[in-house]
């Protein structure tokens, strides 16, 4: 297996080692067409069992292969098993089921779980990975480019309550991150761009610089090549752990990788709620535009900013989804309410301050914000939205 730590070019086969940035930093490996080496690497920890998890929507296209090739190397220590598409396995329910069949499979402190999926299934095997005999070892292989560039960067494992989104988790760092860019050249363009507002929010929120690279990589059509592709993914991945290095447990500085998500949680709530097809990046979407003009209402950022956040979103990335009809301002404020970085009674925002920096006069990156000024902001956002819907 090869491993270099600074290879940023697109070379089939070659494995780049990135840190997490954990206190006990969990390596991301990252490549393009790496299935091979995966068990070379799984090979330097000993284990009694692999217990692999996939979803289900990319069982058939990749799952199978790395099933394979897994056991053409370790035999019948490797057990398979498939989890639900998206959120749906993010429950107690699935939760508990997980955990009784891992007992029952003769699960110990010597095995390993591996998660390959998107985002909820990694969270939901991290989180019974973390649970079981008080935390057992745990591989994330992210399929997704919210998976790849985003979430399997922290180590937050959650699953949802029936208020909202990720109440219920814990901090499990995984063994490694198995990064495979070729898994994203069959992600459907609204997954993609999905994932991809993460990568703008970083920008917002830390670097002004990458927000500026971004403006020029950025395709509304998703016409990359795989080595366009290999390092867009790579680039956002640094652009987060440039953030992580100042906090790894998000628990502090970290807390500004929050922007647009109390907003955006409480509206892919809604959305779920009452059936409407809502992916996370797209809820983030309408978060982050929504913090933007609440930012501009508190006279901390210019009207410039706010309608930056318009052209790099819809205009660079083409994220066109319409608001969600069934999201209203009292319904989102009391999904607000619920949401899993309330600190008391009142909501509080991650804001900016300006292109590249958020507002922190509480010391804490969380803002307090008088409710009827963010349903002020909100009424006039969901009006333009319902307006824009109508043109």
Wanted: hydrophobic share 45%; net charge neutral.
């Amino acid at each position: 297996m090869r491993l270099h730590a600074h290879c940023s070019e697109l070379r089939p086969g070659v494995v780049t080692t990135l840190s997490t940035e954990l206190k006990v930093p969990s390596p991301l490996l990252i490549g393009h067409d790496i299935l091979a080496s995966l068990p070379a690497a799984l090979g330097l920890h000993a284990f009694d069992h692999l217990f692999i998890y996939i979803d289900q929507g990319i069982m058939q296209h990749h799952g199978a292969e790395l099933h394979a090739v897994c056991v053409a190397a370790f035999g019948d220590k490797v057990r398979l098993d498939v989890l639900p598409q998206g959120e749906a396995c993010k429950t107690f329910w699935m939760l508990e089921a997980l955990l009784e069949q891992l007992i029952a499979a003769g699960a110990s402190k010597r095995s390993v779980v591996l998660a390959m999926g998107g985002g909820a299934a990694c969270n939901l095997v991290g989180l019974a990975a973390g649970m079981l005999y008080r935390g057992i070892r745990h591989i994330e292989v992210p399929t997704t480019m919210t998976g790849q560039t985003d979430s399997c960067l922290s180590n937050k494992q959650a699953i949802n309550s029936r208020q909202g989104k990720n109440h219920f988790g814990i901090y499990h760092a995984p063994l490694m991150i198995w990064v495979d860019t070729k898994y994203l050249l069959s992600e459907p363009a609204r997954l993609k761009r999905s994932g991809l507002v993460e990568g703008i929010k970083n920008g917002f929120i830390f670097n002004p610089t990458f927000l500026d690279y971004l403006a020029g990589k950025l395709k509304p059509e998703l016409t990359y090549s795989a080595g366009e592709l290999h390092e867009l993914v790579l680039n956002i991945i640094r652009s987060k752990l440039e953030i992580l290095k100042a906090d790894p447990s998000e628990r502090e500085f970290g807390i500004v990788l929050e922007y647009g998500h109390t907003f955006g949680h409480g509206i892919e709530w809604l959305a779920k709620k009452h059936g409407v097809s809502l992916i996370h990046g797209e809820a983030v979407s309408f978060g982050m535009c929504i913090a933007a003009r609440l930012s501009r209402r508190l006279g901390l950022i210019s009207d410039d900013t706010v309608a930056l956040h318009h052209h790099m979103i819809t205009e660079k990335l083409g994220v066109t989804t319409e608001f969600p009809a069934s999201v209203t301002t009292d319904g989102l404020i009391d999904a607000m309410v619920s949401d899993n970085k309330k600190t008391g009674k009142q909501i509080r925002f991650v804001l900016l301050e300006k292109v590249g920096a958020c507002f922190n006069p509480e010391g804490d990156y969380l803002i307090g914000v008088d409710l009827n000024i963010v349903r002020s902001v909100l009424d006039d956002y969901i009006a333009s939205e319902r307006s824009r819907a109508c043109a």
